[in-house]
């Protein structure tokens, strides 16, 4: 049996049904959600939410071709849950990072498009270490170093995930 | 066939952006140990800073922060030093994704010290000497303002306050306005003051300018009574560069006391009336070429300020050339982790008239958390 094709308005519906995975995670709002959605994969794109251990994972695809696989996260910045998604392509790398919500006060320099940029194109066999090959904000240290490990383990997760069937 | 969880049925919608409601705690320190060249100057410690942070969420618009300071570990009646201070304590009010209100004891966004000053993110034990004689670091006041980005310039961000103004009455020759800010307690708002920031980031790059506008008299009548009465005018820029292991910073920042005759001659003192310098500070990562898998870092640095709090006198004034600084810091930061420091350096204290120069061995160690 086949997922039935769902309207972007009806992800958010549907992601809210699973758990977060972590006890302190918020929930990305549903018009921020399907925004993103439509600005990585285009629109249209048909989604399907995946459950693996106690994750939520959209699979993206339009027609018979897979498009790619996204995960919203949250990590602590400062004192406050910063909701993020990542989105990979079928070949496992990464296509970007969307800050859906961010919530103190500052080091919202994440969120720019210019530090974002750096993700696309990274695997999961790339350090995705501040220093390294993710240059930091001054300023925004500790959201910097937060959503980087983030947007790591998720990718790490997803191309596990992946590798090994539990999503197609 | 693909595993999928079907999910369309939801049976009970759990509220989106559901206020949920969490307090949290942090904070961040600073121990040091300074020697003083020449006779009689023994080594000391202290426990510069240990500040808690304090915070709440009371729902996904509505958020309050503070900082709780004690300053040299502990305050005694009759004994000088210590002091325990409110650093910030604010509600920000999130209008939208672009635009917060922020209102209570704010950071004037001056500089970079002011607002970013937990010891990981510095080199040097203390601060510099230009954030506490020119930029009176940790500088707060009560007022109202609005944060955010500006939507049409990627990376561009603004900070625009309304909050109590300076005293005049507390300028001096040596720390130019330091002791004119009220800090939150039982501050005059005679003479409501601007202060705001512009700034514009992208990775390993952040440049920014600021500025603060407002009166000083305080309604003592020798200086005038309107709000804008006696005013100081300070403009500042700063920038900070981050590329391979090298990361360079750099403030400048000028002060004009309009009135400075006047309030030299109402309270004695003999304030500039024009405070102005700056400092630039390179740093490299060692560890970028001795271990470059490693997350640690171990940043040479060396760091030179200059600056004068007077450097224009109003006529009457006898200039002190031993106010025109000049300070060299050398040294070392150590950071096993990013939010965990420890500092050695070595400053040549050095001024114009060439009076009471010395040189200053200092060590410290630093958290945030």
Known sequence: MTAPRLPVAALALQL?????????????????????IRRLFGPGARVDTLRVDSAAVLRLSRGDSLLGFAEVGNVIGKDQPITFLVAVDPADRLKDVDILVYREPYGGEVAYESWRRQFRGKTAADPIAVGRDIRSISGATISVQAVTAGVRRILADLTAWHQRGAIR | MVPRCLSLIVVSLPAFLAAQERTTV??????????????????????????????????????????????????????????????????????????????????????????????????????????????????????????????????????????????????????GIREGRQEGKEASFANPSLTGRLEWARPGLKVGGAFWYGGTANQDSVLGNGTFAAPITLVAADARYEVGGFMLRGVVASISVSDAQAIDARYGGTVGSRIAGGYVETAYNLLRSLAPASSQRLNAFVRHERYDTQASVPIGIAKNDSLARRITTIGLSYKPTYNTVFKGDYQLLRNKARVGEAEVLSLGLGYQF
């Open chain 1, 16 to 36: 809210a049904a699973f758990p977060s995975r972590s006890a302190t995670a918020q929930e990305a709002p549903p018009a921020k959600l399907a925004a993103s």
């Open chain 2, 26 to 175: 942090g904070g961040y320190g600073e121990i040091h140990y300074t020697n003083r060249s020449g006779p009689n100057s023994p080594g000391q410690v202290n426990l510069r800073r240990f500040v808690l942070y304090l915070a709440h969420t009371f729902d996904d618009r509505l958020a309050f922060r503070s900082e709780l300071e004690v300053e040299d570990a502990k305050l005694e009646s009759g004994e000088p030093g210590g002091e325990v201070a409110l650093e910030q304590a604010f509600l920000d009010y999130r209008l939208s994704e672009r635009i917060t209100l922020r209102s209570g004891l704010v950071l004037p966004p001056v500089g970079i010290i002011n607002e970013t000053h937990e010891p990981p993110t510095f080199n040097g034990v203390d601060r510099p000497a230009f954030d506490r004689d020119v930029i009176p670091t940790t500088w707060r006041e009560i007022g109202v303002g609005v944060v955010g980005t500006v939507p049409a310039i990627a990376g561009l961000g603004y900070r625009l306050y309304l909050v109590n103004g300076l005293k005049a009455e507390g300028f001096s020759a040596e720390q």
